[in-house]
């Protein structure tokens, strides 16, 4: 898939170019942008579960310390030894398990999405839509589900936008590939993960040209080695040439004029008496 670009005046897309075929309007060297959508399946995104799991871990673990310490405090050092040999700790893994399975079940009620990517000049674009809303559907996703069961002026089911993420190329601190997804994770500030790019495989080389494009000059940013831009050598400075003064150069000549005045004459050349 090649880069294309966006013309305002007749709003279409159109081929990365200087200027708009149909309508001649000037386009703009930072007009090419990639940009596609997909289908998602909520219940199969690692990218779902990963963010359940920042959640669910950090608060079943304070949660953890936060008992540790209240028996610690009212019984001292035996009394936490006993309940971590008790049933305590079966009992929080059944409750992270059950919270595990209710998520599950979420997410399958979720059914698909569409989610529409665009790489430009300014940064990385995600909005999510629901395509066919239901009460069901919009719930699971602690949506309020008043678009759902409408009808568009057409007679079909409307899309719901879910949400939108602008990443700008100036905030992100750290680039992740992870080639066998074809995913990008886009990182700001360097321990969060921002935006997670699923491309395809006809997309995957505009958006690292246009990561490399953007970011591949900046050393403060964690990349991979395959979108850093290496450094132009260095040429070397020619030593310059000292230059004599005029008064110098005028004392040399007249130092050598005075040496070839007291050379002596040639024997051959003198008198006989």
Not at 37 to 42: F, K, Q
């Amino acid at each position: 898939m090649a880069l294309t670009a966006y013309c305002k005046k007749c709003g279409r897309e159109v081929d990365a170019a200087e200027v708009c075929p149909y309508c001649g309007t000037r386009l703009g060297k930072n007009a090419a942008h990639a940009a596609w959508c997909i289908e998602t399946v909520p219940a199969k995104n690692w990218i779902r579960w990963n963010a359940v799991m920042r959640l669910l871990l950090p608060a079943a673990l304070v949660i953890l310390l936060l008992v540790l310490l209240i028996e610690g405090i009212s019984g001292g050092i035996g009394a936490v030894e006993k309940m971590m040999t008790s049933g305590f700790p079966v009992v929080l893994l059944i409750l992270l398990g059950t919270i595990l399975a209710v998520v599950l079940l979420a997410l399958v009620l979720q059914g698909k999405e569409l989610t529409d990517y665009v790489v430009d000049n300014r940064g990385i674009h995600e909005i999510h839509y629901l395509p066919n809303p239901t009460p069901l559907k919009q719930l699971c996703r602690l949506k309020s589900p008043s678009l759902a069961g409408t009808t568009g002026e057409d007679g079909r089911a409307p899309v719901v936008k879910l949400s939108e993420k602008d990443l700008a190329w100036k905030d992100v601190a750290r680039v992740q590939l992870w080639p066998e997804k074809c995913m990008i994770l886009y990182y700001a500030p360097a321990g969060w993960l921002r935006i997670a790019v699923e491309c395809t495989p006809f997309t995957w080389d505009d958006v690292m040209g246009l990561t490399r494009e953007k970011l591949g000059k900046k050393r403060k940013i964690r990349l991979p080695q395959s979108l850093v831009i290496p450094s132009a050598p260095k040429a070397r400075k020619a030593k310059p040439q000292p230059v004599a003064a005029p008064e110098v150069e005028e004392a040399l000549e007249q130092l050598r004029m005075e040496e070839l005045m007291e050379q002596p004459e040639d024997e051959s050349s003198g008198t006989v008496l």
